[in-house]
């Protein structure tokens, strides 16, 4: 069974540039998560998906974060404009359901510069 | 107060002893738990998981629930080098939705 696929594995930008990133949640996985994790912490959840729609949110800066998952399958987050605190390794997660085990992709390392 | 804490070490224990990790967490109607491993520049890892209350055992590890007291913990028997890592809990609210994770408790091995 092929894992969570994530892309790019690295990206360097510079400070007010845009960035995306993609994420292909195992099959059949209805629940998508997207975290944030700074160096030294632990993953910070930015968006929880079921299927199309959005679960919780409430931690997305809104302002410069978006977020999509159209088809219900893969899903793409972009930062616009980014900045120096966005530097962070960005991980997208899948589950069968809410309350079941999420699996985790590699991950993309962003820095701003 | 944050919704998942954890301890965040380093846990040092000598090699073939017994590593105790812990994690509490806010919201009483939590119904899942999870113990995930990271290590250094890498994705995290599911260990176990556990909903109900007691203990659950696979292998050398051990995670024990206790609702009442809003507290799940790991238990790695006879510890290896090889588990150095930094140990993650994450706690699926109320509601079923946001899986929340601690800040992670780093546990050193030494051989």
């Known amino acids: 069974e092929a894992g969570v696929a994530q892309s790019p594995r690295y990206k360097i930008i510079e400070k007010r540039q845009s960035v995306a990133f993609w994420c292909n949640p195992i099959s059949g996985h209805a629940t998508l998560y997207w975290y944030q994790q700074i160096l030294g912490q632990g993953p910070k959840l930015l968006i929880q998906f079921q299927n199309n729609g959005v679960v919780d949110d409430s931690q997305l800066p809104k302002d410069r974060f978006s977020a999509e998952r159209l088809k219900g399958v893969d899903s793409t987050l972009k930062i616009q404009p980014a900045k120096l605190e966005d530097s962070a390794v960005y991980l997208c997660?899948?589950?069968?359901?809410?309350?079941?085990?999420?699996?985790f992709g590699q991950g993309t390392r962003l820095t701003v510069v | 107060q944050k919704e998942v804490e954890q301890n965040s070490g380093p846990l040092s224990v000598p090699e073939g002893a017994i590593a105790s990790l812990n994690c509490t967490y806010s919201?009483?109607?939590?119904?899942?738990f999870f113990w995930y491993r990271q290590y250094s520049g890498k994705s995290p890892e599911l260990i176990m998981f556990i909903y109900s209350n007691g203990d659950k055992e696979d292998g050398r590890f051990t995670a024990q629930l206790n609702k009442a007291s809003q507290y799940v913990s790991l238990l790695i028997r006879d510890s290896q080098p090889s588990d150095s890592a930094t140990y993650l809990c994450?706690?699926?609210?109320?509601?079923?939705?946001?899986?929340?994770f601690g800040g992670g408790t780093r546990l050193m091995v030494k051989p």
């Open positions: 919201d009483r109607g939590s119904q899942s």
């Open positions: 997660a899948s589950s069968l359901n809410p309350n079941t085990e999420a699996f």
């Open positions: 994450a706690v699926n609210n109320n509601a079923g939705n946001m899986l929340t």
